[in-house]
């Protein structure tokens, strides 16, 4: 299927982001802010985005399929899902693995049905080190660098993060249930260097500290250059 032009995505990042206006987190789009670094150098630590939520599925009206419409899960898509180790965390990935696949990590290199993928456009590894299948190494760091071989369930999708080395994801705690992935991250409609690492702020006193500071620091802060920046 041939790539749509860079002024279509846009096109149709935009009709969404006006349904937003309208509809702010509804079953159509919803918001969502990136708190940690395990999809950088993609998305960064205070990138809000819109997820589109009717992708994945049936467009309610025909209108809708016209203008927006529905598909499977691909792979590289970038997706927001409920965590299957807490259902009530929503977390996001790049699909990397369909249902049936055959996934393998080999000293970090992908290979998918026994074929080696091409992923250095947009994976990134911060540690040189190389973590192999040996007694003297943690399971956790075996994992991380030599995985599987594995196949992803049925109704299943194996998801990566881009930062493959700083990433907590399918390859600790198994393959995400079709029925937990929740959309599309499609745009950054804002980018703040000002949030906390995890960015969760407790506490009223915190809260308060927090608008305060986004607000003196909005304009120095936040990264104009991410701004309406289509998410790939």
Not at 84 to 104: N, S
Not at 180 to 191: M, P, T
Not at 208 to 222: D, E, H, M, N, V
Request: net charge positive; charged share 25%; aromatic share 14%.
């Amino acid at each position: 299927m041939a790539k749509r032009s860079t002024f279509r995505e846009y096109l149709e990042a935009l009709i969404i982001a006006g349904i937003f206006l309208g509809f702010t987190n509804t079953f159509v789009v919803k918001t969502f802010y990136i708190p940690s670094a395990s999809m950088e150098e993609t998305l960064l630590v205070g990138d809000h985005l819109f997820v589109n939520r009717f992708i994945y599925g049936p467009a309610p009206t025909k209108l809708e399929q016209k203008l927006l419409p529905s598909r499977p899960v691909q792979r590289g898509d970038i997706v927001i899902f409920r965590s299957p180790e807490r259902p009530r965390v929503d977390m996001v990935k790049r699909c990397m693995g369909l249902p049936e696949d055959d996934i393998r990590l080999v000293d970090k290199d992908l290979y998918i049905n026994d074929e080696w993928v091409d992923d250095g456009s947009f994976t990134w590894h911060r540690d040189g080190r190389i973590f192999r299948d040996l007694p003297s190494v943690p399971p956790s760091a075996r994992l991380r660098d030599n995985y599987g071989p594995s196949t992803v369930p049925e109704d299943h999708f194996f998801c990566l993060g881009d930062n493959r080395d700083q990433s907590y994801d399918s390859r600790f705690w198994g393959s995400v249930p079709a029925h937990f992935v929740k959309g599309r991250a499609f745009l950054i409609y804002w980018s703040f260097g000002g949030e906390t690492s995890d960015g969760v702020w407790r506490g009223l006193g915190n809260k308060l500290r927090q608008l305060g500071g986004t607000a003196i620091g909005f304009f120095s802060k936040s990264r104009w250059e991410r701004t309406f920046h289509l998410v790939r």
